[in-house]
């Protein structure tokens, strides 16, 4: 029994460890202190359009600004846009989902003074905005849709025509599914302790 309630502790450390070493990017640096960008409820006549929203105005003064959205299900349609003036100049944008240095997905403004993109992703994602004039001028706007529950599970910021990024196609598999074979592993060791005690 002292065997069995070790294995419990154990497997309580473990799932706290993977909590902090899965972390979002927003805890990974000290340093780095992002903006929540909060979603409203945003209703249409187009039921299509019903959902969550959150629309920004930002005078950007650093080389890079940092944000992050939140309470994301992979079930809901996401649209991220970022808007500027041409004259502005050129602004950068990285999302990012494990750390900050590794983007899913990114793009520029450009010419045009316009980025957007499509994506369905799972809890939270981050946002970095870099600036190569200063002070930038730019609005943001992040809309979610609500829940569509008969559409197929994707990948974290999949694009919206369904492609995955290389570093996307595997490899992810024990770091999603690692809680669950941590507690199959501990469901046959008890089983097996428990039909050792039986014998005894």
């Not at 902090?20 to 990017?25: D, G, R, T, V």
């Not at 903006?35 to 039921?47: R, V």
């Not at 050129?90 to 010419?111: M, Y």
Request: with cysteine.
């Amino acid at each position: 029994m002292k065997k069995t309630i070790q294995f419990f502790v154990l497997a309580i450390l473990m799932l706290n460890i993977k909590g902090k070493s899965f972390a979002q990017p927003f805890n990974l640096d000290d340093r780095i202190v992002p903006t929540e960008l909060n979603l409203i409820d945003f209703k249409k006549g187009d039921t299509i359009q019903k959902g969550r929203i959150n629309m920004t105005e930002v005078t950007q003064n650093s080389d890079t600004a940092y944000y992050f959205i939140k309470g994301l299900s992979m079930y809901s349609p996401v649209y991220f846009g970022l808007t500027t003036k041409a004259e502005a100049g050129n602004i950068k944008v990285n999302l990012c989902k494990d750390n900050w240095h590794k983007a899913e997905q990114n793009g520029e403004t450009g010419s045009e003074g316009h980025w957007n993109t499509n994506f369905k992703t799972e809890g939270d994602f981050g946002i970095m905005v870099i600036a190569e004039k200063k002070p930038a001028d730019y609005s943001i706007i992040v809309w979610v849709g609500d829940e569509a529950k008969d559409v197929g599970i994707t990948d974290p910021v999949k694009d919206a025509d369904g492609k995955i990024s290389d570093s996307k196609k595997g490899g992810n598999f024990l770091k999603e599914n690692f809680m669950y074979i941590i507690i199959a592993l501990l469901v046959v060791i008890i089983g097996i302790l428990f039909f050792k005690m039986k014998k005894k």
